[in-house]
């Protein structure tokens, strides 16, 4: 005998709630209570629903059209002050792209500056709660202590991070694709007649980043014979007597010791002239950017990354969250790389 299917009605009756209620709670809305949604997800896996797939994509695309019709609202969550995001370019092409794509999809984005230690987190999810807001992006560094106040709005929302994942929370996110960057950053310096390149760059950013420029580094510079092989510098460098090196003095003792013939790195506080200065070359040593902006090392050769693509890549990463009711840690965590490409200096 054919099992009878189990429908949002069948649900809505045993738990006393309308249809409206079980499609939000099997969706995840913040919009209901945490007892509400557990207790109608629990009834539906208990009567053994399944839903319809091609019901959900066409229910998926009507909630598209409504939003879209009535201008949503998405939240553009920064840690820093909005002063402090902006002044790197990076920041800046990103939030452009994540603009261009809401737009384009019925979107507007609405910013928040998440603080330590204040009630701006209550405040935000007041405000998205008020106005029905269906998710939030996150742009800009932070640090653990704001992330755990960002966790609570995750808990109730869809969340994903643009421009590099946070270190405690494992939310999607957009990145730029710093492995593949590297190795042809490297690439491009041997090519151009470096024999020794080597590689400056702050060791905090690349352990957020999992390591990949550093793993790139000696993945490339690993196929040249032994004695062109040079460790990178990471900074900050800390004494045996714990005292901390400045970046010039550091990369003095780094060059003196490894004596490299093409620079690389992702510093973008000094000039050229700077770091000639520091690397104390005689002769006109190859410099290298990653993460090239025409605003920031107009003059450098290097790697430019689309940071208005990681910026869209993220809008649609989120709104398919929204469409799929998602919210909360996933589990899985998903990344949207988005190649550079080189670029030729002055």
Known sequence: MKQKRVT?????EE????????????????????????????????????????LAAGMAQL???QETESGAVIACIHFLSWTEITRW???RHILIGMEQRAEELGYR?????????????RQIRNRMRNTGMPGALVIGPSSPDIEGQLLRIVEQYPVVKAGGELSTLPLHFTES??????????????????????LVINQGYDDLIGRRIS????????????????????LPVVQKDGTLLEMPEAVRAWARKWRPDALITNQKNASRADWRAWLGSTRDIQLIQLGHHIEETQDWPGITFPGRENGRAAVDLLVAMIHRGEHGIPPFQKCSMVEGSWVEGA
């Open 109 to 121: 984005l609405e910013k928040f500056h998440l603080e330590s230690g204040v009630a701006s987190e």
């Open 8 to 12: 949002l009605r069948v649900i809505a």
């Open 89 to 91: 370019a990076g920041h």
């Open 215 to 234: 793993g790139a580094y000696w993945a490339e510079v690993g196929r040249l014979p032994r004695g062109q092989r040079i460790e990178p510098l990471l």
């Open 15 to 54: 738990t006393g709630v309308s249809l409206n209620t079980v499609s939000l709670a099997l969706r995840g809305s913040p919009r209901l209570a945490d007892k509400t949604k557990e207790r109608v997800q629990r009834a539906a896996k208990e009567l053994g629903y399944q839903p319809n797939p091609v």
């Open 177 to 198: 694709d710093h492995f593949a960057g590297t190795r042809l950053a490297v690439e491009k310096a041997v090519k151009m007649g470096a024999a020794r390149p080597g």
């Open 63 to 65: 909630r598209t059209r």
